[in-house]
């Protein structure tokens, strides 16, 4: 089923234009949603999950007017928000049975095959016995996909959901949404380039409540192939590199010099040697392309 927005705008009170005239479509898969604070993304995810309305546009999930029949979207909606809120003292186990309860699954052994189920796809149920309030940032991340995985969900929405974990768990995080992802549509978050590289067939880059561009990684980076060059340089020397080259991204060295990456589409001079060209790269360019030019 296919997500399709057109022309989404939202303004809060306070005049910020939190979503821009928002165009785009989304297909089954991972689809990776980038971009730094502030860009529109919660702003977005909430408007999709039918938890505040837009100025103006129009959302469809498959045949669904998803503004117009908020019931109808919110039955194949899993949703995860960035910040969950508090938990009560209460099991795993215990407390997705009680959300499964207010699913609507009476039965008890349904209630208690599914609750299984989602405790294995999530890694949880060694630890379904432990008190919910109690686990590790990551452990409640993956909670919160077991939950929303009980009303089997048609789309999946998650909001900056490695944000905060340390290496470890996000990278179990990333495996339980990669096996959630194989057959429905999942609607990722992030400012972290690495997620979408490690997870996503599919990106867009959001800055300004506007979808910079849209691409799957490879294709995105395959686009860069001869216009990424790097060159070493004295730490002393960026501001004047910064005034003569485009440079996207610096990274100091062991003896302190710099390791410039520059965007041309030919060698800048002698001293650049080709690179490979990276997400963070395509990134980088999108959000520089989009600064207001100062006049
Ligand atoms: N309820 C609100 N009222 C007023 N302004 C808001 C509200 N929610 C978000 N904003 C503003 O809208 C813009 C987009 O915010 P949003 O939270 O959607 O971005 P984001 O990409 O999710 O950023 P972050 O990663 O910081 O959460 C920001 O300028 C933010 O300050």
Request: aromatic content about 6%; charged content about 25%; proline content about 4%.
């Amino acid at each position: 089923m296919k997500l399709v927005i057109k022309d989404l705008t939202k303004t809060y009170k306070n005049g910020v234009k939190a979503i821009d005239n928002l165009n785009i479509e989304i297909g089954t898969g991972m689809f990776g949603l980038l971009g730094p604070n502030g860009a529109g993304k919660s702003s977005l995810m909430r408007t999709i999950a039918t938890l505040q309305s837009p100025d103006s546009g129009s959302i469809t999930f498959g045949e669904i007017n998803v503004l117009e029949d908020k019931m109808a979207l919110r039955k194949v909606l899993g949703y995860l928000p960035q910040s969950f809120g508090v938990y009560p003292k209460m099991s795993a186990e215990a407390l997705l049975d009680y959300f499964a309860t207010l699913k609507g699954v009476s039965s008890k052994s349904e209630r208690q095959a599914l609750v299984n189920e989602v405790l294995e796809i999530t890694n949880l149920y060694d630890v379904r016995k432990k008190n919910v309030a109690g686990y590790s940032g990551g452990m409640k991340q993956r909670f919160g996909i077991a939950q929303l995985l009980l009303n089997n969900p048609k789309l999946i929405i998650v909001d900056e959901p490695t944000a905060g974990l340390d290496p470890a768990e996000r990278h179990r995080f990333l495996n339980v949404l990669r096996e959630v992802g194989t057959n429905c549509t999942v609607i990722f978050s992030t400012h972290i380039v690495e997620d979408v590289k490690e997870l996503c067939n599919e990106m867009a880059i959001l800055n300004g409540g506007r979808i910079l561009k849209q691409s799957t990684p490879s294709k995105a980076r395959a686009e860069l192939v001869g216009k990424i060059w790097t060159k070493v340089i004295d730490r002393d020397d960026l501001e004047a590199n910064e005034a003569k080259y485009n440079i996207l991204s610096s990274n100091y060295n062991e003896d302190n010099s710099l390791n410039i990456r520059v965007y041309a589409n030919a060698q800048p001079d002698d001293d650049f040697k080709a690179s490979e060209p990276q997400l963070d790269d395509v990134y980088f360019i999108a959000l520089k392309q989009d600064e207001p030019v100062l006049s």
